[in-house]
């Protein structure tokens, strides 16, 4: 009986070590982890030019998306809002007399993306015009046409994988990967893309729904990303449990028209992001949204607050 007695206390005694130099292990793992990460951070950031910029500028253009980056000088306008916004991009350019955009992307064919591309085409010249498609039969992407054909540009329909830089900054095409889904949907021909600065990345994703989602997903390409630009509007079409799990955004940001007809941004859809980000901005409450990068953290500024 005393040796059963000693038995089992032995075994707890074991057990009790066991559980102790595990928890060791994780934290000690867990710190080298966090130690490695930050490393790898100041690593990144160290490798940019002293004097390297790096800002994204998501304008409040209501139900539409349009936002311009810009790195060391560089200028990439993704999406142009609705074609009553052309006026207002070809304004902001004048202003900041930006006359040259190394790239305009048209995430697809859509009103409220392709819609005032032509404003800012009418003021500035553009290296490379990306799009899913090149040919769309309305209206406002035969404008953008026209203007990018009047400069003697062309669209350039990019293929996943393919990277430009912008700057310090390197862009990366990932989606569409499915040409059948892009074909059923224009939601699901959007461009999808990912911007790495230093260590700090940014993930635009047009209005790509479900399927999109989920075939970039499949397709094994990094989708991990410091901030989201929410997909289309902050529907509940999109922004699924699985994509935020593959992106693990810490910022997000929305672009929506106050009060508009489709009750964008979906409160599912703030839900979900609310368990993965530290802060999610949007359009309709804080107007323009700057958000800018030093290779290492982001930091935001808003026209309004909240
Ligand atoms: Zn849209």
């Known amino acids: 009986m005393a040796s059963l007695n000693r038995k089992r206390k032995n075994r707890a005694i074991l057990k009790a070590v066991l559980g102790i130099a595990a928890l060791i292990i994780l934290s000690v793992g867990a710190m080298l982890w966090r130690q490695y990460r930050e490393e790898k951070a100041q690593k990144a950031a160290a490798a940019l030019p002293e004097d390297s910029t790096f800002e994204i500028r998501f304008f409040d253009v209501g ?37 040259h955009l190394d790239y305009i992307v048209c995430s697809h064919a859509h009103i409220d993306h392709v819609g005032g591309l032509a404003g800012a085409l009418k003021y500035a010249s553009v290296g490379t015009a990306f799009a899913p ?37 390197r862009v990366t095409f990932i989606g569409p990967v499915d040409k059948e889904l892009a074909e059923l949907n224009a939601n699901n021909s959007s461009i999808i893309l990912r911007i790495e600065y230093g260590a700090t990345s940014f993930l635009f994703t047009g209005d790509a729904e479900i399927a999109e989602e989920l ?31 593959a992106v693990l955004p810490e910022y997000a940001v929305i672009s929506a028209g106050k009060d508009n007809e489709h009750g964008h ?27 800018r990068s030093d290779g290492k953290k982001l930091s935001f500024e808003t026209e309004r607050n909240g």
């Not at 936002?67 to 993704?78: K, P, Q, R, S, T």
């Not at 203007?147 to 830089?165: F, W």
């Not at 703030?270 to 993965?276: K, N, W």
Request: proline share 3%; net charge negative; hydrophobic share 30%.
């Open 63 to 99: 139900e539409a998306d349009s936002a311009l980056v810009e790195c060391d000088g560089h200028y990439m306008l993704i999406d142009g809002g609705l074609p009553e916004s052309s006026d207002f991009l070809y304004s902001y350019l004048e202003t900041h007399s930006i006359r």
């Open 133 to 169: 498609v090149a040919e769309y039969d309305s209206r406002s992407f035969n404008s953008f046409l026209r203007y990018l054909n009047a400069q003697g540009g062309s669209i350039t329909v990019p293929e996943p994988g393919d990277t430009v830089m912008l700057g310090s900054a």
């Open 215 to 245: 075939s970039v997903i499949d397709s094994g390409q990094t989708l991990k990303s410091t901030l989201l630009k929410v997909g289309h509007h902050g529907s509940y079409t999109s922004s699924t449990t699985d994509f935020l799990n």
């Open 265 to 291: 941004p979906h409160d599912v859809v703030l839900e979900r992001l609310s368990e993965y980000c530290k802060k999610v901005y949007r359009t309709d409450l804080d107007g323009e949204i700057v958000c």
